[in-house]
């Protein structure tokens, strides 16, 4: 119950959020009628709640890894240590962020909903299967010793397939709205974009560590996995990847599209995509946000769980909390960014995200001198989270479709988002280096280096030229407007 509590702030601000986007001015030279919108809602909603589960499935590893670290592997060290967590984490975003080679062209060929259905279907069945080994190692089962044996590499395979199918997803979800929004809201859909990762992040989080706590590890697999199986089936109906297949009339978007049934080869769409500046300097900031991003979301609550002793972290507001805050900071972020991107720079998202960055830098060199000040942390963690999380869900849920069009926005989406799980594979294999190991005492309780604040400085340390580097390529893009194809 003390867990549901922790929904409520997340509900309220969601039911405030919606009466602002519901109240916001109608955008010149945009018209849809009430019907349109209903319908809409209907397509982005069940759409977008998969992606949240797909976040749940994907970001539950992080929620498992206390749970693995208490088990004992072959050799009496810890199941999933420090560095075990990172190569793990490290294959899975490796094999998203070039997934988009295959998987851009393949949603742009078959449509959002196809690839919304592939990612939920392959993401449950690698959980489920992940599950069955979790099974195996608390219960004792006759696999516990092999799996145990074979942790790190089983975990790795496991989760590099599940990171395969994820990449489907933010695709998806743009692939299938691009077509519903015109160039001049979509900052308002970056907004409902960034909701979405935060409702996702909350229950990967609060709702995973609730389960962790009351069901057991193989659950924190198991419930997501049934979950996308259930959003899955409401997909089958409700989904449709223009208003056309809704029984609605299409409209110009505005946006880089081609002349209607342009269809390139995947070859040149990639190299127009490539080709484009807006589109490659964009990528390269969200190679920087998917550092960012996740050197804060995976390493906060192991940083405060494995420095406890020394400065109390765990007993905080923001660690108790962590999903919750996650979620509504991203909620801010998001919405924030998106109307003020549309209503106050006339849809140019550069100027938002040089904003947003600009916050991120500044976060990270103060937290250099700070991170072994509880107070300070909590405060530096979450504007930092609001700042990633809006960048986010700018340019690769929006800017992607600006500048991709209705037709190539898979490919465009697939090179944004690919580079930002490049950024976080570098994050992961780096802080596997950089940060110091964790050592078991015989009663299970940690000791060593990881223990001591000051071997820290690493996680701080390594975000200030990464946020310096994402801050002078946003400034780049500060002009940067769509340009319709020719045909228009």
Not at 405 to 428: K, P
Request: proline fraction near 4%; charge should be neutral; hydrophobic fraction near 50%.
């Amino acid at each position: 119950m003390q867990q549901l509590e922790r929904f409520v702030p997340i509900l309220v601000l969601l039911v405030v959020v919606a009466l602002v986007l519901g109240t916001l001015p109608k955008v010149e030279g945009v018209a849809h009628s009430g019907a349109f919108r209903r319908r809409r809602v209907l397509n982005w909603l069940p759409l977008g709640l998969t992606y949240a589960l797909l976040y749940m499935a994907r970001y539950n590893l992080e929620v498992a890894k206390g749970a693995f670290s208490e088990m004992r592997g072959a050799d009496g060290a810890a199941l999933m240590g420090n560095a075990d967590f990172g190569l793990i984490f490290g294959a899975g975003t490796v094999v998203y962020g070039f997934s988009f080679i295959l998987n851009g062209p393949l949603t742009d060929r078959f449509g959002g909903k196809g690839a919304i259905l592939t990612a939920a279907a392959g993401a449950a069945a690698c959980n489920l299967l992940m599950g069955v080994g979790a099974t195996q190692l608390s219960t004792g089962g006759p696999m516990a010793g092999f799996i145990g044996e074979h942790f790190v590499a089983l975990y790795a395979a496991l989760y590099s397939i599940n990171m395969y199918f994820q990449s489907f997803g933010a695709v998806a979800v743009v692939k299938a709205n691009a077509p519903w929004f015109h160039l001049k809201e979509r900052g308002v859909f970056g907004a409902i974009f960034g909701v979405l990762i935060s409702l996702g992040i909350y229950f990967a989080f609060d709702l995973g560590r609730m389960i962790l706590e009351q069901a057991g590890v193989r659950h924190v697999f198991f419930v997501p996995g049934v979950l996308l199986l259930v959003a899955l089936a409401i997909d089958v109906v409700a989904v449709k990847n223009s208003p056309a297949e809704a029984g609605l009339d299409d409209f110009d978007t505005g946006d880089a599209s081609g002349p209607p049934g342009e269809r390139l080869g995947a070859a040149a769409v990639f190299g127009r995509m490539l080709r484009n500046p807006a589109v490659m300097t964009i990528a390269l900031v969200e190679f920087c946000s998917g550092f960012m991003r996740q050197a804060i979301m995976q390493w906060f609550r192991t940083f405060a769980k494995q420095t406890d002793a020394v400065l109390h972290l765990k007993s905080s507001y923001v660690y108790e909390n962590w999903g919750m805050l996650l979620c509504c900071a991203g909620i801010l972020g998001g919405v924030v960014a998106g109307i003020i991107s549309d209503r106050l720079f006339g849809s140019r998202r550069g100027p938002v995200a040089a904003l947003l960055y600009a916050t991120m830098l500044t976060g990270a060199l103060i937290l250099c001198f700070t991170y072994d000040i509880p107070p300070v942390v909590g405060v530096l963690v979450l504007l930092m989270s609001t700042a990633v999380i809006g960048v986010h869900g700018m340019l690769s849920g929006t800017a992607s479709m600006d500048f991709g069009g209705r037709q190539n926005v898979g490919v465009a989406v697939g090179i944004i988002d690919g580079f930002v799980y490049l950024g976080t594979a570098v994050m992961s294999f780096s802080y596997a280096l950089a940060l110091p190991k964790e050592q078991l005492n015989p009663d299970g309780s940690l000791t060593g280096p990881a223990t001591d604040p000051a071997n820290w400085l690493w996680w701080p340390g390594l975000m200030v030229p990464v946020s310096a580097l994402g801050l002078g390529l946003t400034l780049r893009l500060w002009n940067a407007r769509a340009q319709r194809s020719a045909g228009h």
